[in-house]
Antibody
């Protein structure tokens, strides 16, 4: 069964940085397009960005609210996905999910909570 | 960006009755070269991550009960639960993947 396990969520002050990780197993990670999706407390889902497989170029694209502040990367040797978050803002407070897919998303990890607060 | 809207915001349905959720995109999500609509539906139960139910507007994900069905094309789509079960209480989201940034609808809460 496909497993995605996020980690790295924490309480951080505005302007701070954080790196999230997602450990993948039971599928061929190197072939997968991977995404980060977030959900603010009590709110809906917001796509953060995605990274293509290296065979498809390995490029990443981002939603406008995080472009220039967040960077998605991958380590196919370790089956891991990363989200580097810089210049964090209060509005970035959310549960961050990693998920597999180039067009639709599934399965999803359980998520990791990022709280941005002074 | 493509804006996704859903209606209603919430609905209450009796057990065994039909639930219908509508989703509209601000532009067509039909890709003529593949003849597919790039529209998916997700279910999110309280305290859980979302779960993919339907993709390409009408294709059920493996393991999803056949009481869930999707329809529509272009800009207007519908998720139907033909006979609501207690375990279907959740928030349902539509999502377009026609063009980045991928966008979700605001969600529809389904209760008994």
């Amino acid at each position: 069964e496909v497993q995605l396990v996020e980690s790295g969520g924490d309480l951080v002050k505005p302007g701070g940085s954080l790196r999230l990780s997602c450990a993948a197993s039971e599928f061929i990670f190197s072939n997968a397009w991977m995404n980060w999706v977030r959900q603010a407390p009590g709110r809906g889902l917001e796509w953060v960005g995605r990274i293509k497989s290296k065979t498809e170029g390995g490029s990443a694209d981002y939603a406008a609210p995080v472009k220039g502040r967040f960077t998605i990367s991958r380590d196919d040797s370790e089956n891991k996905l990363y989200l580097q978050m810089n210049s964090l803002q209060i509005e970035d407070t959310a549960v961050y999910y990693c998920t597999n897919g180039s067009s639709w998303f599934g399965p999803w990890g359980q998520g990791t909570l990022v709280t941005v607060s002074s | 960006d493509i804006v996704m809207t859903q209606s209603p915001d919430s609905l209450a349905v009796s057990l065994g009755e039909r639930a219908t959720i509508n989703c509209r995109s601000s532009q067509s999500v039909f890709y003529s070269s593949t003849n597919e609509n790039y529209l998916a539906w997700y279910q999110q139960k309280p305290g859980q991550p979302p779960k993919l139910l339907i993709y390409w507007a009408s294709t059920r994900e493996s393991g999803v009960p056949d009481r869930f069905s999707g329809s529509g094309s272009g800009t207007d789509f519908t998720l139907t639960i033909s006979s609501l079960q207690a375990e279907d209480v959740a928030v349902y989201y539509c999502q377009q993947s026609y063009i980045s940034p991928f966008t979700f609808g605001p969600g529809t809460k389904v209760d008994i």
